[in-house]
């Protein structure tokens, strides 16, 4: 795709925000019998708990994460940025991911790591009905949200929300069958990549799948027009590299529309010596 220039990268952001304020009267009615204070205990919101990363101009908004009006506005901005971006509906994206994972495959646990608002936790939710969730995100807002969309397609039942930072989740070793995240890695420091790819592997059982999504690949990597803070390293990172140093096998490097990619991989069961499937 031919690389954008100070105009274009203008009138694009002007279109994703015009796009956001459309659709925020919607969004706070969507979200307006929420109990913040209620739904709000048991998680932190002191500044001073969240890694410091969090406290960038992530997208250009500073502290995105910790307030709660950027937290309702990020379906919206995905909704906006995503078609404008990459030609592809957030359902799409969310849902061909969904599809990497066989559907005849026994997941009964699965962990989204850095779930945001937990759009790709709902895709496999309803591809693998019995499975049950752990949605995790750093974002005591985001969680919120995500619990919202749950209960409101009768999923809560299935889940817990629970504020993990995805270096240290805490979990014991071999807790899931599937390990997913998606947009996350181009939203952290270089030096925490492979902790958290690491983290990955060592929480997902033998057996089991790891499921990843992001963006930012190839031509459309120049075209980047909010700011994102470590885009110039995440670019430059060799994934399937990564993944397998972390520990995972049988990986699958799949481009999906304009800059999107998905990894998709196994972590072997390890048998008297021997590897198996």
């Not at 559907?103 to 936790?121: H, I, R």
């Not at 983290?199 to 992001?214: N, Q």
Request: hydrophobic content about 40%; proline content about 5%; glycine content about 6%.
């Amino acid at each position: 795709m031919p690389r954008w220039n100070a105009q274009d990268k203008q009138v694009y952001r002007t279109e994703v925000i015009r796009r956001i304020n459309a659709a925020m009267p919607l969004v706070m009615q969507e979200y307006a019998s929420i109990n913040w204070v209620e739904e709000l205990k048991g998680y932190h919101t002191d500044h001073e708990y969240y890694p410091d990363y969090i406290h960038a101009p992530i997208h250009g908004v500073t502290d995105a994460y910790t307030n709660p009006q950027s937290c309702l506005a990020w379906d919206a901005a995905m909704d906006a940025i995503i078609p404008l971006s990459h030609n592809v509906s957030c359902q799409q994206l969310r849902e061909k991911m969904a599809e990497l994972i066989p559907e005849d495959t026994s997941l009964e646990t699965v962990l989204e790591l850095g779930a945001g608002t937990g759009d790709g936790a709902l895709a496999l939710a309803r591809r693998f009905p019995q499975s049950t969730f752990r949605i995790t995100d750093v974002s005591p807002y985001m969680l919120v949200i995500s619990k919202h969309k749950f209960n409101k397609v009768g999923f809560s039942e299935r889940a817990l929300f629970e504020q993990v930072d995805a270096r240290h989740t805490g979990y014991p070793d071999n807790s899931f069958a599937l390990v997913t995240s998606s947009l996350l890695l181009h939203e952290t420091p270089k030096e925490w990549i492979p902790k958290i790819l690491k983290e990955m592997y060592r929480i997902t059982k033998p057996g089991g799948w790891v499921l990843y999504t992001d963006t930012y690949r190839g031509e459309y990597a120049l075209n980047a027009s909010f700011q994102e803070p470590w885009l110039d390293d995440f670019i430059h990172f060799n994934f399937e590299y990564e993944f397998a140093k972390a520990g995972f096998t049988e990986l699958n490097y799949i481009r999906y529309a304009v800059g999107l990619w998905y990894m998709v991989g196994r972590k072997l069961v390890v048998c008297q010596g021997n590897f198996a499937k």
